[in-house]
Nanobody, 128 residues
Framework: VQLVESGGGSVQPGGSLTLSCAAS????????MGWFRQAPGKEREFVAA????????YYSDSAKGRFAISKDIAKNTMSLQMNSLKPEDTAVYYC??????????????????????WGKGTLVTVSS
């Protein structure tokens, strides 16, 4: 299994970025995936998740209405479109994969939403 994030960078408040997670080593269309982030000095937190087929999504309160998660099954890529970025969105963003045998549903309430594999992260900095 390999998860490789890209698309991070520096942006001004109010700006937009799109993160991508290129996945390989497993059947991409069978499993739920998600985005998490970790700000300096803070614990990793959930941002958004998408189910096996990409047709059901779930967001943290801070991401709702500003971020959009999606899966491109043909390209084995998961994305996170981030709009109206704020300084408090500054963090390393991680791609997560739930490779457990649970029919590819989002495990709301589970520790780390059940994610079993992680990418190495991409840094997003929101600053003027």
């Amino acid at each position: 299994v390999q998860l490789v994030e890209s698309g991070g960078g520096s942006v001004q408040p109010g700006g937009s970025l799109t993160l991508s997670c290129a996945a390989s080593g497993f059947t991409f269309s069978n499993y739920a995936m998600g985005w998490f982030r970790q700000a300096p000095g803070k614990e990793r937190e959930f941002v958004a998740a998408v189910n096996w087929g990409g047709h059901y999504t779930y967001y943290s309160d801070s991401a709702k209405g500003r971020f959009a998660i999606s899966k491109d099954i043909a390209k084995n890529t998961m994305s996170l479109q981030m709009n109206s970025l704020k300084p408090e969105d500054t963090a390393v963003y991680y791609c997560g994969l739930d490779l457990s045998d649970n029919n590819g549903v989002i495990r709301v309430g589970a520790y780390d939403y059940g994610m079993t594999h992680w990418g190495k992260g991409t840094l997003v900095t929101v600053s003027s």
